[in-house]
């Protein structure tokens, strides 16, 4: 089965966009001063010179410099006011046959003269006619951007009115029966019958942010419709974005409705988010299929939507590139040009990529991330240590002031992340969660200074220390411990599966939810059942893991699985039963380098703080009598 | 007589400033959709999972995978349709009994059954409850600004409205008997009686782009006027700006109402241009006096609001920062800190630092400007070839590709400007009219590559290349004829002097304006007088020196001055009396390195043109019969 015409290369579908795309040239004649952000398209030239007349440039009076000779300090000049001297503000029109404007702290006023001591020079104080604009001059060429200063440069030429290009405008058409408005209904409503459309909120907004028009109308669910609403919109927008109905379901109408209404440039780029999108045009306007798939639309919309405002506005964006380092290999399909985001932490100047998820669905990345990598096509990804380069889609300066926690999960973060803000607004604490393993790992390779971490000894049974020592010998760090929280089983409300202990787990009519490998949770679940004597294999669902305590709950709480190792925190959070296991200690491992920096001492502020400690012990299963304490010294 | 209050440095104007301005407590409660840019102020949790269902990731045929565990390709399995399989689209919520889906391309449908061939395993291709966001998730903490995906991520998660900042609000007062509304007048109007305000409409825009809602008021030129509406103002607004009334004339009102209505911080800021500012406090509301000359006003703006902004919206503003290179010295007077405007020049990934005309009226100038420059209170300046820091107050990335002339200054520049704008709108033309002779001289020193020159060599009477050879022997150049143009005497229409030729602008009655020292004009003037045996003290106004063609065109038009020498055009643009003295070669000399800049190509693309020399004859006093030659080669 078909389901695209011939995929070509993103270079390819971008140049056969620019291909059909004109610039606009339409031109409306605007308030000067509503003209900010616009771009000229004729050039400007002043109607008034600035300043229009000779004036004062100080508050004083005006004379005409002959009759101020013979002044001096002894031999004062007596001016008669109104007759040969005129007292005058800064601003005001030099009055006729004067050519000089004493300060009013050099002249003595009386009711009907005014005595200098001083004489004063042919134009002193004195604007000249024209000393900041000229009559005639052009003021700012055509494709020029008119900034705050252009404004009053050019409200100081005289210039009340601007040709000015119009906004390239585009309409985004969110489409599909599984979409729901959330601006329509009810939560629960949405819960039991469909998806939220987010998509074309966030294309809005970002489509405003490039520096489009952008509107949106409301959810299309039928063909007839779509064709309408596209042919209307094509006489009104420079650009429509139809979004999804690119793929090739049953309800997939993108493409008929740009063929029946004019012709389909491409369908289907080999590009990875991003797949799927089509390029048509109607009326000469460009229509755009882009993906639903919300990371596939975002991703589509930055790769064509940027070079289509550039070309439409005869403008350049101004995109940053900063090149990285890969701290680990990233593969990548060999055939498909593949797109991640990534989060960049910053160590010593230089930038390291870490990837986030690369699931089209999970759209949370791309609101966390700070840049894109793009791996072209013919190559199967990065190596370890290359060098880079990615695009910035957030304000870079940032991550330099950020903390990076790598490691383990724990909700504390979520605290201690909106603490920070709180007192620090400047300052994010964002964390990775890799899991306690893999978060040392990363610390031994000098990529993070801050470690969250629970690992038991199974031999010593003594929380992180030995793992630490074994794997940091003699690196210098510190060991803070955060608080003591319950581990347990996290079953349905009401236990309907009657789990009573770690064995149960093993029960042919449960259904387990597992931890990722690497974490500390599940190196807490496989030294129990080792001691147990269970097998792997003899659990139903043991293959199946997640990430965070919160995935486990949630799969949980919708009885997709009956029961998975977690938190005390996620049976409060999502009102299921739990069953405790063992008291464990979380901590954070700390550089010794980080422990100098002012950053660590208002992060152990925060922990130290009764609030902290309050919020915790609110939330339940934590204990906090130790919670800041310096747990071990190495090197 | 005492103008201001103690004078006090800028830092600490900014620590008073502080001190006083309290962040936005105000919380709203807005829809998330329109939230872009704004700031948290309370952390934001999700409501709703995303997806809120197990859902289908494919179009299909969802089912349970138990039943297809029998499937391959020589024995399929038959499943009843709406019974034992269901056919969904991608976001279907998945039918109850039913996990996992088999892909649309994967089954063979008839009216009853779908054909399976191969195995499905659980949850294939089905997404997972909270796959994406889970509720409960803090998805962003406070202090966050929501940016375009952020806005996607909160409507993903449910959340429909959020408590944000609300935007720092400024008023922004205009003051002063001697201003005009420009939209109020008609030209002639403001020609005769007024100066334009413009101050009110650029420091709209600069406070939008700062980050402030900002509106204005009109023009009020009365103190009990003044004293009302700051009066309602500080009710409405956090900050308000009175413009100017804030030195020492007869209508200076602002610091009695400040000090009638709450209480004046201070008053003088040992900083130049800025230095009339001042600050007070009314019912809580910081009240700002600002001074009138319009780079004065943006200057204080710059030093005073963009903090104000940062503290008020507890934010901080992405300044751009660049270390550029001093060219020659730039003094600066001790005991006062003096910021400048500058253009850089970037020269192999070097930048310049070329100050503009220091004036606090010329305000062109700001609109010019790539950045500004700090010299502190406690130097001199800084000496040629020092390393400082600017600070960008545009985009930088222009600056790279931009052509930048320094030499003599001529109307073909700013039509050559208009055309490579029209043509190429990323390559700004821009050019620093320092004369010919100072062109040459940064030419030699290697700050520019390309000079605009018009010297005549007083023995040989060639044009250019002589001078050009002395200056530079032995370095690699080309000159390119751009024109002949007509030199000659600019009058008064009708001659109102009588002036027939060179020798009366020695008379008496006769008011003459000069061209400043360095320029081909004045050196064309120096050799004819030196010919006819004229003395510079004979001539009344020899000392008073202009830098361009149209400034002694203007002064002549507006009978300040009765003659000055000029090129004809100006007899055109400001319809004035010329008498014809020498034709003359307008060149450009370019370094040979930049021969091999694409840029130059463009360039001499232009310069060939015919829409170019038509221009030029357009404007008359050319003669482009050559232009675009190139007429010498050297090294």
Redesign the interface.
């Known amino acids: ?1 078909k389901r695209y015409l011939e995929t070509i290369r993103s270079e390819e579908a971008i140049a056969k966009i620019l291909e059909h795309a004109k610039p606009i040239e339409d031109e409306e004649f605007l ?3 509503l003209c ?1 952000g616009r ?1 000229t398209t004729r ?1 400007v030239f002043a ?9 004062s ?1 100080m ?1 004083g009076y005006a004379a005409s410099f002959e009759k101020t000779l013979d002044a001096d300090l002894t031999t004062p000049v007596s001016l008669k006011k109104n007759v040969d001297v005129f ?1 005058v ?5 030099l009055p006729g046959g004067t050519n000089a404007v004493i300060m ?2 050099e002249g003595e006023e009386s009711d009907t003269f005014v005595i200098i001591r001083k004489p004063a020079y ?2 002193q104080n004195v ?18 951007r008119i ?7 050019l ?4 210039v ?1 009115h601007v040709h000015v290009r119009r906004k390239p405008a585009i309409f985004i058409i969110p489409t ?4 729901i408005d ?2 329509q209904m009810s ?1 629960e409503t ?7 459309d ?2 074309s ?2 294309l ?3 489509a ?2 490039t520096g489009f028009l952008a509107e949106k109308s409301k959810i299309v669910f039928h063909k007839d419709e779509l064709r309408n609403i596209v042919q209307e919109a094509v006489e009104k927008y420079d650009g429509i974005i139809i979004n999804a109905g690119s ?6 109408f993108t493409e008929s409705v740009i063929r029946e209404l004019g012709t389909l440039i491409f369908h289907g780029v080999s590009m990875m988010p991003g797949k799927p999108t089509m390029f048509g045009i109607i009326k000469g306007k460009t229509v755009f299929g882009i993906p ?1 798939y ?1 990371v596939s639309a ?1 991703i589509s919309f930055k790769t064509f939507f940027e070079p289509l405002y550039e070309r439409l506005s ?3 964006l ?1 995109k940053k590139y900063v090149t990285c380092i890969t701290p680990y290999k990233i593969p990548s399909r060999i055939g498909i040009e593949e797109i991640l985001r990534i989060n960049l932490i910053e160590k010593k100047g230089k930038y390291y990529a870490f990837p986030l998820a690369r ?1 089209a ?4 990345s ?2 966390r ?1 700070d840049a894109l990598i793009r791996i072209p096509e013919h190559i199967e990804g990065y190596d370890e240590d290359e060098e880079i380069s990615c695009e910035m ?3 870079g ?1 940032e991550i330099g002031r950020r903390i990076h926690i790598i490691g383990s999960h724990d909700l504390s973060l ?1 605290i201690l ?2 603490m ?3 007192r620090h ?2 300052i ?1 604490l964002i964390s990775t969660h890799v899991g306690s393993l893999s978060g040392i790992l990363a610390f031994r390779k000098g990529i993070t200074e801050l470690c969250t971490t629970h690992v038991i000894d199974e031999n010593e049974k003594i929380y992180n220390i030995p793992v630490i020592k074994k794997y940091l010998p003699d690196s210098p760090w510190t060991l803070i411990h955060i608080a003591k929280r319950l581990q347990g089983l996290l079953v349905g409300k009401g236990n309907p599966k009657d789990i009573k202990d770690i064995s149960d787990i093993a029960r042919n009519d449960v259904k387990f939810v597992n931890r990722q490998f690497g974490s500390g949770t599940r190196i807490l679940l496989d030294t129990m059942l080792k001691g147990k004597g269970i097998t792997k294999e003899s659990i139903n669902g043991y293959e ?1 893991e997640e990430s965070s305590h ?2 486990v ?3 949980v709480k ?1 009885s ?1 699985a009956d029961v998975g190792v977690a938190i005390y925190a996620m049976a409060k ?2 009102s299921l039963d739990f069953i405790p296991l063992v008291e464990e200690d979380y901590d954070l491992l700390v550089a010794k380098e980080f422990t100098e920096d002012k950053r660590f001492h208002l992060l152990m502020d925060l922990i130290l703080s009764d609030t902290f400690k309050g919020k915790l012990n609110e939330i339940g299963g934590y204990h906090t009598e130790d919670t800041g304490k310096i747990k071990y010294v190495n090197g």
Chains 1, 2 share one sequence.
């Not at 503000?89 to 029109?93: A, E, F, M, S």
């Not at 900034?147 to 440069?153: I, K, R, S, V």
């Not at 409200?155 to 005289?158: P, Q, R």
């Open positions: 089965m308030l000067t001063y900010t771009i050039p109607k008034l010179s600035n300043p229009p007349f000779l004036c440039a508050d007292p503000n800064t601003g005001d029109p009013v702290e042919l134009w604007r000249m006619v024209g000393e900041d604009i000229i009559e005639g001059d052009m003021l700012i060429p055509r494709n020029h900034g705050a200063f252009e404004t009053g440069m409200i100081a030429g005289g009340t599909g029966k599984e979409l959330i601006y939560d949405i819960k039991r019958t469909g998806l939220v987010f998509n909120y966030f809005l907004r970002l405003e942010d793929s090739a379901g049953s309800e997939d639903g919300p975002a005869s403008t350049q101004h699931g669905s999970i759209f949370s791309m609101a991330a889609i957030r304000e300066e979520d992340r909106d920070m803000k709180g607004p400047h994010d199946r919160t995935a709950g949630i799969l919708e997709i959070v999502f």
